[in-house]
Nanobody, 124 residues
Framework: QVRLVESGGGLVQAGGSLRLSCAAS????????MGWFHQAPGKERKFVAY????????YYADSVKGRFTISRDNAKNTVYLQMNNLKPEDTAVYYC?????????????????WGQGTQVTVSS
């Protein structure tokens, strides 16, 4: 059974930092590309960042470029999202997701496995 568990969310002031973690089990982690998405109240889920399974290539939404960094540790079956210079508009539930597809995957429906999410709240 595949399981993804996010952690590291919380309340932070604007300009602050958080590091989210997503621990995976029940799958061969190194064979999966990983993505981070977020969903704010009343809004649709949006792509945030992606890291591929082969060469650790990354891709970011324009809104987070230069502020967020996605990384992975295959030995720990964990993907991370370092979030710096946080803004109130980053407030959302953040989800990690896993896919075996190759190429940059921006669409949520191409990720078959999802975590339960972790809340990030940025106060102004």
């Amino acid at each position: 059974q595949v399981r993804l568990v996010e952690s590291g969310g919380g309340l932070v002031q604007a300009g602050g930092s958080l590091r989210l973690s997503c621990a995976a089990s029940g799958l061969t982690f190194s064979s999966y590309s990983m993505g981070w998405f977020h969903q704010a109240p009343g809004k649709e889920r949006k792509f945030v960042a992606y890291i591929n399974r082969s060469d650790n290539g990354t891709y970011y939404a324009d809104s987070v470029k230069g502020r967020f960094t996605i990384s992975r540790d295959n030995a720990k079956n964990t993907v991370y999202l370092q979030m710096n210079n946080l803004k109130p508009e980053d407030t959302a539930v953040y989800y990690c997701a896993a896919s075996r597809l190759v190429g940059v995957i921006l669409e949520g429906n191409k990720y078959p496995f999802w975590g339960q999410g972790t809340q990030v709240t940025v106060s102004s």
